[in-house]
């Protein structure tokens, strides 16, 4: 199992921008997906981006265009970089890795947007 610690949520306002990060307690080369999901309160987890350790990436609709997912392998860290945000953005954002068939959950960050 991989531990991941998330940080970079917050409160913003209508079109601002925020970056999550999500630093692994494993090097992320040996992980095979790792991505982010979402909950926002009364509503299902959501994917928002996914990113297969070759480089496939899988944005949901909503986020296209306006999200980014990245890395940096020397830090074991996955950013979400988040512009354009709108309120319907606000929820917990959950890390997430994938290692055959063990899936690893962060503790969620917090992301609020106000109209």
């Known amino acids: 199992q991989v531990q991941l610690v998330e940080s970079g949520g917050g409160l913003v306002q209508a079109g601002g921008s925020l970056r999550l990060s999500c630093a692994a307690s494993?090097?992320?080369?040996?992980?095979?997906?790792m991505g982010w999901y979402r909950q926002a309160p009364g509503k299902p987890r959501e994917l928002v981006v996914s990113?297969?350790?070759?480089?496939?990436?899988n944005y949901t609709d909503s986020v296209k265009g306006r999200f980014t997912i990245s890395r940096d392998n020397a830090k074991n860290t996955v950013y979400l970089q988040m512009n354009s945000l709108k309120p319907e953005d606000t929820a917990v954002y959950y890390c997430?890795?994938?290692?055959?068939?063990?899936?690893?959950w962060g503790q969620g960050t917090q992301v609020t947007v106000s109209s």
């Open positions: 997430n890795a994938r290692v055959g068939v063990v899936t690893s």
């Open positions: 494993r090097s992320i080369f040996s992980i095979d997906v």
């Open positions: 990113r297969s350790s070759v480089g496939n990436t």
